[in-house]
T-cell receptor, first 115, second 115 residues
Framework: SQTIHQWPATLVQPVGSPLSLECTVE??????LYWYRQAAGRGLQLLFYSVGIGQISSEVPQNLSASRPQDRQFILSSKKLLLSDSGFYLC??????????????FGDGTRLSIL | AQSVTQLDSHVSVSEGTPVLLRCNYS??????LFWYVQHPNKGLQLLLK??????LVKGINGFEAEFKKSETSFHLTKPSAHMSDAAEYFC?????????????FGSGTRLSIRP
């Protein structure tokens, strides 16, 4: 069966520090991969998605970036965190043609607090 | 253009009574519609999805939703609420076969269950 792993589960970082969040998927090949951010008490904001290795689509201009160095690995990064980067970050995967119509499967998220 | 509106930010029901979570959508194309559930500090879990097959969709944990094109609605129901149903619920619309950027999440409905 397919599983998705995100780590760390919680992270406290000072303003201006770098960030690296990792997500890996097991049990499937060539998944579509997504990074979302969820602000407190709000819905999800799509940050990045990827349909293959090295292919990244960015949805929101900001100081975050994403990379997909391997088929089932998706990394969210920042060189310098801002206070506004605080939130709950969720990684998700789907399979099949059409990233817009496939059901997505989510990891348990990383709660990021910026001090 | 497309959008999704969850009509109630908070719904409270007694255990054993029916649940109704309302969702209206707007889409220029034939949409795919999803309901997800999120328990505290967890990722989202797919409850059910509609992708132009049967209009009454059955999901996990006794939930179901009915696609009503004339009313542009996709309300989520359950005949009898259980304490474990307390969570945040998200209605999602997608009208693009190929682009994840066209996936729109509702702002969520928090479901509380009274003993």
């Amino acid at each position: 069966s397919q599983t998705i792993h995100q780590w760390p589960a919680t992270l406290v970082q000072p303003v201006g520090s770098p960030l690296s969040l990792e997500c890996t998927v097991e049990g499937t090949s060539n998944p579509n991969l997504y990074w979302y951010r969820q602000a407190a008490g709000r819905g999800l904001q799509l940050l990045f998605y990827s349909v293959g290795i090295g292919q990244i689509s960015s949805e929101v201009p900001q100081n975050l970036s994403a990379s997909r160095p391997q088929d089932r690995q998706f990394i969210l990064s920042s060189k310098k965190l801002l206070l506004s980067d605080s939130g709950f970050y969720l990684c998700a995967w789907s399979v099949g043609l059409g990233t817009g119509r496939s059901a997505q499967h989510f990891g348990d998220g990383t709660r990021l607090s910026i001090l | 253009a497309q959008s999704v509106t969850q009509l109630d930010s908070h719904v409270s029901v007694s255990e054993g009574t029916p649940v109704l979570l309302r969702c209206n959508y707007s889409s220029s194309y034939s949409p795919s519609l999803f309901w997800y559930v999120q328990h505290p500090n967890k990722g989202l879990q797919l409850l059910l999805k509609y992708t132009s097959a049967a209009t009454l969709v059955k999901g996990i944990n006794g939930f179901e939703a009915e696609f009503k094109k004339s009313e542009t609605s996709f309300h989520l129901t359950k005949p009898s609420a259980h304490m474990s149903d307390a969570a945040e619920y998200f209605c999602v619309v997608s009208a693009s076969y190929s682009s994840a950027s066209k996936i729109i999440f509702g702002s969520g409905t928090r479901l509380s269950i009274r003993p």
